[in-house]
């Protein structure tokens, strides 16, 4: 047993292509004293592939919590964890949360190993906003619970994103099109960095047509970008108090004059006020 706590690896593994591993994931993998993952039979493909014989356990959505306490009381014993879900970066809509948590809240190291993510993959990709967006993980399975949530987000100007099963997408792509306008755009990936990986940007109508002609559409994991509303800025312009008052402003004074008074009046912007001046003054 070591004096010195161990330390939390939070590991992001392939989403498809086994070559999409860094030296660094796999050094790190070849040296922590344990490996939890949330599927040792999936894992062991991937661990064996690099070479990797470390001890594995496995941590899931239905035993993570209560595995979490333990985990953490190995590592400030010395022992250093790493965790990797089946495919890209856990904790995101993977496994891990729990342990992740205890460990910040005792003070454990955590240190992120980066690498696959479908869901920034898929963003980076798609063609459509990204500087701003919003995660929406894995969608409710039932279309009530699906439309609903998609009103609270038909007026996110941000692109949003969520994850959806090859059983549910052609549903899902129903689901939406009763709510956001024909014409919206969105982009769907599937099989990201495999043999058969599709991105595709359209719009919600198009995209309707394409899941009937296309069946392959309806295989694999599914990421699914849907590209911000767009509200549009009515133009500024001032009340009947304001403008009234502006008129009877220019009736005594000098545009400049005017508008220095109107301001402190009305409290508008100078610069609508003064353009607003001019329209007046041109107009007689």
Not at 215 to 242: C, F, H, W, Y
């Amino acid at each position: 047993m070591s004096n010195q706590p161990g330390k939390l690896y939070v590991v992001a593994s392939p989403i498809g292509n086994l070559a999409d591993f860094s030296h660094r994931a796999i050094a790190t993998l070849q040296h922590v004293d344990l490996i939890c993952a949330e599927d040792t039979r999936h894992a062991r493909t991937l661990l064996q592939h690099h070479g990797i014989t470390t001890q594995c356990t496995s941590l899931h959505q239905h035993n993570e919590q209560q595995s979490a306490e333990g985990l953490i009381q190995k590592i400030k014993n010395g022992t250093s964890i790493a965790i990797i879900s089946d495919a890209g970066t856990p904790l995101i809509s993977d496994p891990g949360m729990p342990v992740v948590a205890l460990a910040q809240a005792s003070g454990i190291k955590v240190s992120p190993i980066p690498g696959a993510c479908a869901l920034i993959a898929a963003l980076s990709a798609s063609g459509l906003g990204v500087s701003q967006f919003s995660f929406l993980g894995f969608l409710p399975r039932t279309s009530n619970a699906r439309i609903s949530l998609f009103e609270e987000q038909k007026n996110n100007t941000e692109t949003w994103v969520f994850y959806e099963s090859c059983h549910r997408i052609d549903a899902c792509i129903k689901d939406l099109a009763s709510i956001l306008p024909a014409q919206r755009e969105i982009a769907i990936a599937r099989e990201i960095t495999k043999l058969h990986e599709t991105i595709i940007k359209s719009t919600i109508q198009d995209m309707l047509t394409l899941f009937a002609q296309d069946s392959n559409m309806q295989r694999g994991e599914l990421v699914v970008m849907v590209s911000g509303a767009r509200i549009e800025k009515k133009p500024e312009s001032l009340t009947d108090q304001q403008l009234n008052t502006l008129k009877v402003l220019l009736t005594e004074c000098s545009i400049k004059t005017a508008v220095q008074l109107a301001v402190q009046i009305t409290g508008v912007r100078k610069k609508l006020l003064y353009q607003t001046a001019l329209d007046l003054s041109n107009a007689r």
